[in-house]
């Protein structure tokens, strides 16, 4: 038996009133989905932890079969693990953000835009490493990464700061919400010198007369230490991949010691190049991969950016270019094999952030009749069939069987 998580980043959201009071899910055509739905085992999981933030990090660890609780260290080192950045145990880790601020820098501006206009990585790495030059210094490092995620590594930097997700806090005020704690006077003062460095920027000077949003400043968060989780294999007795455009789902799988596929195209957005993740799947089950996690980015995307045609586009693109696709070659590639659809978290476009609710999952598996009453798959119906799995653990073990 074959494994394959097709992941959705934050596709689970609520009833729009520009989707009829229908989600995302329910609005989008998935003939493909849907037509596995009654032959699936469906329901919710909760894949945030009590007490712990509804982040990807967490979400997606838990949507692999890890306890979070136990092995979650940060966001910012899987980050670091994924960009090749060798930490020491002393070492603390941040993602820095490019952001837009109107009206001023951190501290006076509003969070216009979390991603600098989805920055493209060609720019930021211009702009970061242009940072790098003027503010590393010898233990506290700035290194570019992919589009507007980046990441500075501090030696014997401070786990006991407050900081903010800036997409958290879209078209909010700044002032509230810089760091606080031991090492915020630090952090605050590498934001606030972007934001001066990167005032009359070549690139930023370019985006600007192109009338798209510039990166005003970066934004320190996701602060964490060098990652300790238990190799997958170890875990689960299986030979794992993992397919993303970001670092932070690279990150995972390299510290899981999967086998990180990049896909050329990967973009992060619905953009993405859909059937290049389809094809690179296909070829890791080729190659003798027993189990492969298929990360996309693009609902979540969307719904931090309200853009609603954008996140119900980006459900149907992987309906129709991923599942699909997989539907039609895995029988003869893999033989038996199970498919597990979900989303991580919940990224409602009403609040424009993630939430901690569960989110509906589906399990198929070729060739046998599993279904529990759902016809489709969306939220409601997931509600609906009763089944409940209360941790992402829990779900692993049940798709593994």
């Known amino acids: 038996m074959k494994y394959v998580v097709v992941l959705g980043d934050g596709m689970a959201d609520r009833p729009l009133a520009e989707l009829a009071n229908r989600t995302p899910l329910q609005a989008a055509k998935k003939p493909n989905i849907d037509s596995l739905a009654r032959f699936s085992e469906m329901g919710l999981v909760k894949t ?25 260290t940060g966001r910012s080192p899987l980050e670091a693990v994924s960009m090749g950045i060798k930490l020491k145990d002393t070492d603390v880790t941040y993602r820095c953000n490019l ?5 001023g820098g951190p501290g006076e501006g509003v969070m216009a ?16 490493s242009f940072l790098s030059e003027k503010l590393s210094e010898e233990g506290f490092r700035l ?37 606080k704690g031991e090492g915020a006077e630090r952090l605050l003062k590498l934001m606030r010198d972007s934001a001066e460095l990167l005032k009359d920027h070549p690139v930023n000077a370019a ?30 007795g299986l030979k794992g991949a993992v397919i993303s455009a970001v670092d932070l789902l690279k990150g995972i799988g390299i510290s899981a010691g ?45 719904g931090h950016q309200a853009d609603v045609a954008g996140k119900v586009r980006s459900i149907e693109l992987i309906d129709e270019k991923v599942v699909g696709r997989l539907l039609r070659e895995l029988p003869e590639v893999c033989g038996e094999f199970s498919m597990l659809v979900m989303p991580d978290h919940p990224t409602p476009i009403s609040i424009r952030t993630h939430c901690s609710d569960p989110v509906p999952f589906m399990i198929y598996r070729s060739g046998r ?14 509600a609906k069939t009763g089944l409940f799995v209360p941790s992402g653990a829990a779900l692993t073990d049940r798709f593994l069987g």
């Open 99 to 103: 952001v837009t601020l109107g009206g």
């Open 113 to 128: 835009d979390y991603s600098a206009g989805e920055i493209t990585t060609a720019e930021s790495r211009e702009l970061v």
């Open 369 to 382: 009749d599993c279904g529990n009453g759902a016809e489709r798959y969306d939220e409601d119906s997931a």
């Open 258 to 302: 999967m086998e990180s596929i990049d896909v050329e195209g990967a973009t992060g957005t619905v953009d993405t190049n859909f059937d290049g993740k389809a094809e690179a799947a296909i070829e890791a089950f080729r190659r003798g991969a027993d189990y492969v996690f298929i990360h996309m980015e693009a609902p979540d995307e969307c």
């Open 143 to 179: 290194y570019p990464g992919v589009s507007y995620r980046h990441c500075l590594v501090w030696d014997g930097g401070s786990t006991d700061v407050t900081l903010t997700p800036p997409h958290d806090i879209l078209g909010k005020s700044t002032a509230g919400y810089l760091p």
């Open 48 to 72: 945030v932890p009590d007490g712990m933030k509804p982040g990807s990090d967490v979400a997606n660890l838990a949507a692999m079969g890890y306890n979070p609780a136990a092995c979650y």
């Open 207 to 236: 985006r600007r007369a192109a009338g798209k949003n510039t990166a005003d400043s970066l934004w320190a968060w996701g602060e964490g230490t060098k990652p300790a989780i238990q190799s997958f294999r170890e875990l689960r």
